[in-house]
């Protein structure tokens, strides 16, 4: 079982990416441990395929403060990414990650890159451009 904020669930039964999605925005970058429990939570749910990437976002969320360049981009090397449900939140994470290093034209690029990705959920769609216009 899960405890979800509104009552226990079977781990069983899939949210599907879409609410995952839009629970994962619905928190500050600050929340990491929520974050994480999401992706614990999509993970156990054996969303269709590409648990990697869950694997490989959930690890970079749980070092984030303690990576060098090097390291993030092994693990959410956008090339690795790019045939993943996960891609665009990859992508996210990775401009989060250039922002806290005062990195702000490599996070836009990064931020610009995830934002013209075809099939941008809405919810995505709106955080980055917040974001894109906060770096100015």
């Given amino acids: ?11 069983e039964r899939s949210r599907g990416l879409g609410d995952v999605y ?25 969303i ?21 360049e090097q390291q993030v ?18 992508l996210e994470i990775l401009g989060d990650f250039y922002i806290s290093k005062g990195q702000k034209i490599k996070a836009k690029d990064i931020y610009d890159q995830a934002i013209k990705i075809s099939d941008i959920p809405e919810i995505f769609k709106k955080d980055l451009e917040k974001k894109i216009k906060d770096i100015k």
Avoid: C, H
């Avoid at 079982?1 to 781990?11: K, S, T």
């Avoid at 929520?34 to 054996?46: K, T």
């Avoid at 269709?48 to 060098?68: C, G, Q, R, S, Y």
């Fill in 1 to 11: 079982f899960f405890q979800a904020e509104d009552g226990i669930r079977d781990v």
């Fill in 22 to 46: 839009k629970r994962q925005l619905e928190l500050s970058k600050d929340n990491k441990n929520e974050q994480i429990s999401i992706l614990d939570y999509a993970i156990m749910s054996n």
């Fill in 48 to 68: 269709e395929k590409n648990d990697k990437d869950l694997f490989k976002i959930k690890k970079t969320l749980l070092a984030f403060d303690n990576l060098d």
């Fill in 73 to 90: 981009l092994i693990l959410l090397n956008p090339g690795d990414f790019k045939n993943s449900p996960w891609r665009v939140l990859s």
